[in-house]
């Protein structure tokens, strides 16, 4: 009787294990993206797609965590002017660093990358930080889908809001004409640049 129910036990045991793993596999979203990220200017005016696309990196590990590397935060971005058109210029007043967070389910199933990286001023001191949230197109997030030519795509929209060191908001000086911003937004496009395995 002993052995059976040590039997029964041990079959249970792995029954569950299989069942475990097998309703739990690494999302789509897994891996290294390619992203090309358009932003809106505080007054809600589109920035157009022609003339601005501005490129990140970023990595999805299975384990939940996210590295990124921005097209327009890096170490050495401080004076760099993106042409938006007569008059309408991106200035970034700052460098920034590499950007770590993590991944979660949203409430309505849809993937979450939520991110921080420091912000470096004249001095090469930090700051303040960028926190930056991806929010994936629930159909395309969680199952990546087939672009042209048959690649992977993923799209969605982003915030990016820029902080001091204390947590409060910090305006930088980089919008048209000299135009404070406390963040940017809109939605992004990703290919992606390799599997997880």
Known sequence: MRKIAIATLFVLGVALSVSASAASPNPAFVGTWIVSQTISLPDGSPIPT?????????????????????????????????????????????????????????????????????????????????HVVRTLDVGVGVLATAGEGGEDVLTGYTTLRFFDLAG??????????????????????AVRASTAD
């Open 50 to 130: 022609d003339l601005l696309t501005i490129p990140d990196f970023i990595h999805v590990d299975p384990g939940y965590e996210i590295r990124v590397v921005s097209g327009l935060f890096h170490s050495t971005s401080r004076g760099t002017s993106w042409s938006l058109g007569p008059f309408r210029d991106l200035n970034v007043p700052v460098n920034g660093g590499m950007g770590i967070g993590d991944w979660s389910w949203g409430e309505n199933g849809a993937p979450i990358f939520s991110y921080h990286a420091f912000l470096y001023g004249a001095s090469n001191k930090p700051i303040g930080y960028v």
């Open 168 to 189: 409060k908001p910090l305006a930088l000086q980089m919008g048209p004409m000299g135009t404070k911003m406390t963040g940017l937004a809109g939605p992004f496009r």
